[in-house]
């Protein structure tokens, strides 16, 4: 297994430390981080939230409340709120020395019969006809731009069926900013991440915050680096059906509205066979400080 995927999977197994409280660790790597990655917070979350039930999760939503301190662990209280036949729901709260940085709360259920339907997965070209976003990017940026740092600590190769937003904001206005990303790991997944779903729901979880506001920098015509400030409000996500890490994932990322500062990215999450996997959103925090 590779440093960055066995780091990342390191970092989505908190250490239980009694009580219902757990302890996030922070990358193990040489990249610089202004503050600590959303998706790794959801990870942990979810984690620590999945530690205290054996029932299955199916949602969770988040707030961020403040960055959080790259130099300093985590601390994750997990709160039962609800045990009943069918959904138990927790609580949880990850603090820096005191400091609440993340509320959040996590529903997890039994295994239940019923009908189905989803939404089918969007027709698109096979991800072995498109070129990877670092390829894609190397002949639109500069060797030094931190952007292609970024993509080469990623542990997913990516591939996107539209522009991405680093090159987008300067083609021509789209009318539909949405983006489709073909995923997979960049290597195959370990034998513990196929036997383990709370880690394989946990490792969605660090993934799906990745580019879920790409659409909001499409829509403006700006990307991240081009905004006053971007950051991240809240995430939710639904885990709908067992995610295959063994193949590509496909990435639909959508919104219907910018206003006040505040942008609202949509997406959904497949494998490639077309099961639906998650749906996830998020608001982020596009304004200028008054």
Request: charged letters at 25%; aromatic letters at 8%.
């Amino acid at each position: 297994m590779s440093d960055r995927l066995n780091n990342v999977l390191d970092l989505l197994k908190v250490e239980d430390l009694g009580d219902g409280a757990f302890l996030g660790a922070q990358p193990n790597d040489d990249r610089e981080r202004l503050r600590v990655y959303g998706g790794q917070v959801a990870g942990q979350a979810i984690a620590a939230a999945a530690r205290t039930t054996s029932r299955r999760p199916h949602s969770m939503h988040l707030s961020f409340l403040r960055p959080g301190d790259t130099t300093i662990p985590l601390r994750y209280d997990v709160v039962s709120l609800r045990e009943g036949r069918t959904f138990s729901t927790r609580r949880v709260t990850a603090s820096q020395d005191g400091v609440v940085v993340m509320e959040a709360m996590a529903s997890f259920i039994i295994d239940v019969d019923g009908d189905e339907y989803q939404q089918p997965m969007p027709e698109v070209p096979d991800p072995e006809s498109l070129t990877p976003l670092d390829e894609q990017l190397r002949e639109h940026l500069p060797a030094d731009d931190d952007y292609l740092e970024m993509v080469a600590f990623r542990v997913a190769e990516m591939r996107y069926v539209d522009l991405p937003p680093r090159i987008a904001v300067d083609a021509p206005p789209r009318e539909d900013p949405r983006t489709r990303i073909w995923l997979r790991l960049e290597e195959d997944p370990p034998a513990e991440l196929l036997a383990d779903p709370v880690l394989a729901v946990a490792l969605l979880a660090y993934i799906s915050d990745w580019t879920i506001l790409d659409p909001v920098q499409i829509a403006l015509g700006k990307t991240w680096q081009q905004l006053e400030k971007l950051a991240s409000l809240d995430h939710a996500m639904w885990w709908h059906r067992p995610v295959d890490f063994a193949d590509w994932l496909l990435y639909e990322q959508r919104t219907g509205t910018v206003t006040g500062g505040m942008g609202l990215g949509t997406g959904a999450i497949y494998n490639r066979d077309g099961s639906l996997v998650c749906t996830v959103t998020q608001e982020g925090f596009v304004g200028r400080r008054l």
